[in-house]
């Protein structure tokens, strides 16, 4: 287990109260105001943030905007050891010109981040369980995105993508913190749109200026240079294998005709049947599949002959039957197209099938599956399902690090309403994976004995296990490609069972291809931390007046940033440990040295703490390891850190009734409290308060 970092503390005497009178009051008011409304704005945070770091390390000699852009600039050319960080691509337009996009150099910003404590130990840390060799290289996996800055619903005049990478080594813990991505490029759309081929031409020239250079090649390893003495030089080999996207980024890269066309996964044989042929009742837009069986998924070398025929027909073909080509494949015609790339093909770089990554947050719980179903589900449970679902809400209590508002709010009856018009049901990813253990268990509890109702609740329940499978059951590492396919076949009859069929939409199909993206890739991946990643280049492109030089100043800033953070340790903390120790409060600092008899300089406490798998914080109701032959389970007071001990006091609660059916326990409060190994806790908990003792929904593992 790794020792736990400890933060040093540095105790600042308290200001006398006597010296600030009551009279000097106004005038340091005055003072404060007067600094706020004669500087441009910044946040009362940022201010006090700038305050603070004047007041302790003294006035900066050179502040004037120029040496601001200088010191970001000298900070930047520290850094290369392959080159310049930031490099120029040179991309033909369709104006006959060429157009300037600032990408990363990778080898260079690899070299740089190895000099950092946090991602230098995020790297060691995955060299150590997969080390990486010419013949047994990592994965970069390749992440793009279309960002509106600023307001999503105001005119969408600085849209840019962002384009960010990672290695598929790291652990799902890790892939899921937003600082182990590395930003490679943030273009505004409509530069990107003057560039022949879009999208898909500047991510092919962002492979090549990866994979095939002169000066490195990362398939016969790049040396990360020993950053201090003592510290091991780090030789990573690695390959192109992932492409991760939504799907609307599919189309722009892929040239993919997406969810509405024919033919709209590239993937498989699956087309949606044309509108001449249908039943005049028949209103579905989508063809499914039902059965794994009766699905052909295509070789990669068949996705690109098709790619090879598309570009022979488009100057064979007179302009209607070349758009019914490319209506019958599924693809879109574009110069300097990702897939038709010749020195892709010609270094084997381009594999369709394996690099093709559909993305399930975006699928299950971002406007994807669940927010379909359960609309389908209250609308077959009956009107008043939504008030009373309101209502039931209301008496559980989510663990602190599920920052989610209300949910209740979500089934008011201005949101039903509002539901009702627009067919379906919406909330936000994280809403709706806090959502999914506390109705299902409402379905469980009430409504699946009811045989009228039941083919609605297990259609619904169905679907459920697959996100969990891979939510949850990817972090257990109980999710395989066998049992996530046949929770997928599940899913789709329950759909037909309860009659809900016709209005699946193509995200539902994704679904299928998921069990080969986990055999080939080890895992699937979800986007929340590339959305979250998104906030850092909204920060520094909503702002930005000047747009002659936008690329170039927005990537020095983000890359700045960067460095920056990721210099501090701490940032891949591995559990168990605290989250921000502090020395406790005089009264727990005398119980903790009676109690581990030691003096207070090494006791330490927090509100919050990293555990095996996972957050915990205090006033949360904590499933424990069972010690004694049955569950055990209690309520922190507070995380605690003593010579030879970390943990936690808890009131320990004892169980009175489990319920495997429905997944769920309920304990009575002993008022007992007991010192617990951070170790020996599992997880947080949902849970309500009955006059027979505490609910909980256990975890879903």
């Not at 005049?280 to 837009?285: G, L, V």
């Amino acid at each position: 287990m790794e020792a736990t970092v400890f933060l040093k503390f540095q105790l600042t005497p308290l200001l006398a109260m006597a010296s600030c009178s009551t009279t000097s009051r106004p005038a340091k008011f005055a003072r404060l105001e007067s600094l706020r409304r004669k500087s441009p704005y910044v946040s009362q945070s940022a201010l006090a943030g700038i305050i603070a770091d004047i007041r302790d390390n003294g006035l900066p000699d050179n502040t004037s905007r120029a040496s601001m852009q200088r010191a970001t600039q000298f900070s930047l050319e520290q850094h290369d050891q392959y080159g310049p960080l930031l490099e120029k691509l040179q991309l033909p337009n369709s104006k006959g010109g060429s157009t300037t996009v600032y990408v990363t150099n990778v080898a260079t910003y690899l070299a740089a981040l190895y000099r950092s404590d946090s991602y230098r130990d995020l790297l060691l840390r995955a060299y150590a369980l997969h080390p990486c060799s010419y013949q047994k290289p990592w994965g970069l996996c390749i992440y793009s995105d279309e960002i509106v800055p600023g307001n999503v619903l105001g005119p969408a005049s600085r849209k840019h993508w962002g384009v960010y990478a990672n290695f598929l080594q790291n652990s799902l813990e890790d892939l899921g913190n937003e600082l182990s991505w590395m930003v490679l490029c943030c273009a505004r759309t409509n530069l990107v749109n003057e560039v022949e081929g879009a999208m898909s031409h500047l991510m092919a020239a962002m492979v090549k200026n990866i994979f095939c250079r002169e000066d490195y090649d990362p398939a016969l390893g790049i040396l990360l240079p020993s950053p201090a003495p003592g510290l091991p030089p780090l030789r990573l080999f690695f390959s192109f294998q992932m492409v991760l996207q939504d799907g609307a980024s599919q189309k722009a890269t892929w040239c993919s005709r997406g969810d509405a066309a024919l033919k709209y996964c590239l993937l498989c044989d699956v087309r949606t049947q044309p509108k001449h042929e249908r039943d005049e009742d028949d209103d579905a837009a989508v063809a499914h599949v039902y059965n794994l069986e009766d699905m052909r998924i295509f070789s990669s070398d068949e996705i690109l002959g098709s790619y090879d025929r598309l570009a022979i027909k488009q100057s064979t073909l007179n302009k209607e039957d070349f758009l019914n080509w490319q209506k019958a494949c599924g693809l879109t015609w574009q110069k300097n197209m990702f897939c038709l790339d010749e020195t892709l093909r010609s270094k084997n770089l381009v594999h369709p099938k394996e690099q093709y990554a559909h993305d399930w947050m975006h699928c299950c719980v971002s406007n994807g599956t669940f927010q379909m179903v359960l609309f389908w589900l209250f609308q077959s449970l009956g009107k008043e399902s939504w008030k009373l679902f309101e209502d039931y809400l209301k008496h559980w209590h989510l663990p602190k690090h599920l920052k989610v508002s209300k949910l209740e709010a979500l089934f008011s009856p201005k949101k039903v309403t509002s539901y009702k018009k627009q067919g379906k049901f919406s909330c936000q990813a994280s809403e709706a994976l806090t959502l999914i253990p506390i109705l299902s268990f409402w379905l469980k509890a009430i409504f699946l004995k009811d045989a009228q109702l039941r083919p609605f609740c297990e259609a619904f329940l169905w679907c459920m296990d697959v996100i969990l499978l891979l939510s949850e059951g990817q972090k257990s590492c109980l999710t395989t490609k066998q049992n996530l396919q046949a929770a997928v076949a599940k899913c789709f009859a329950g759909m037909v069972s309860a009659g809900w069929q016709k209005n699946m939409p193509p995200k539902f199909h994704w679904q299928w291809h998921f069990g080969d993206e986990l055999a080939h890739h080890g895992k699937c991946i979800a986007c929340f931390a590339t959305e979250r990643k998104h906030k850092v280049l909204k920060k520094y492109s909503a702002a930005r007046e000047n747009t002659q030089s936008f690329e170039l100043s927005c990537m020095k800033e983000i890359l700045a940033e960067e460095l920056a953070t990721l210099m501090e340790p701490g940032h891949f903390l591995l559990g168990p440990a605290l989250i921000k120790g502090h020395p406790p409060t005089k009264k727990l600092a005398a119980f903790l040295t009676k109690t581990f008899e030691c003096d207070d300089g090494h006791v330490f406490s927090s509100a919050a703490a990293k555990l095996l798998a996972g957050k915990a914080y205090k006033g949360d109701v904590v499933l424990l390891k069972s010690l004694q032959g049955e569950p055990e389970a209690g309520q922190v007071w507070v995380f605690i850190e003593a010579p030879g001990f970390l943990g936690c006091l808890v009131n320990m609660f004892k169980l009175k009734q489990y319920n495997p059916s429905t997944g769920s326990a309920v304990w009575e409060d002993t008022s007992q409290r007991a010192l617990v190994q951070l170790e020996d806790v599992v997880a947080p908990m949902i849970y309500c308060l009955l006059a027979e003792g505490i609910r909980t929904l256990l975890p879903w593992h």
